[in-house]
Nanobody, 125 residues
Framework: EVQLVESGGGLVQAGGFLRLSCAASGFNFDDYDIAWFRQAPGKEREGVSCHTRSDGRSYFADPVKGRFAISVDNVKNTVYLLMNSLKPEDTAVYYC??????????????????WGQGTQVTVSS
């Protein structure tokens, strides 16, 4: 069974740091794109990042460029979202998602077939 499990969310002050984890199981980890999305109350789900295992590169949406990074533990099949210099605007439920690799970094929720349960990130002023 394909499963994605997020963890690591919490409450942090503006300027602080959090590391989110996405543990994958039930599929060939190296054949997939692993992405992060977020959704704030009353807003649409938006893409944050997409990591492509085929070349090891990551794409980041403009609001988080220069602040967020991706790391990977290939033994544990886990992708980490490293969130630095957090802002109140980053407050949202964060979801990891997976899809069989496609040759672009399109961050449309409709292209991802597997989703985790979400983890809450709250950034205070």
């Amino acid at each position: 069974e394909v499963q994605l499990v997020e963890s690591g969310g919490g409450l942090v002050q503006a300027g602080g740091f959090l590391r989110l984890s996405c543990a994958a199981s039930g599929f060939n980890f190296d054949d997939y794109d692993i992405a992060w999305f977020r959704q704030a109350p009353g807003k649409e789900r938006e893409g944050v990042s997409c990591h492509t295992r085929s070349d090891g590169r990551s794409y980041f949406a403009d609001p988080v460029k220069g602040r967020f990074a991706i790391s990977v533990d290939n033994v544990k099949n886990t992708v980490y979202l490293l969130m630095n210099s957090l802002k109140p605007e980053d407050t949202a439920v964060y979801y990891c998602a997976a899809r069989l690799h496609i040759p672009d970094y399109v961050l449309s929720p409709a292209t991802f077939g597997y989703w985790g349960q979400g983890t809450q990130v709250t950034v205070s002023s």
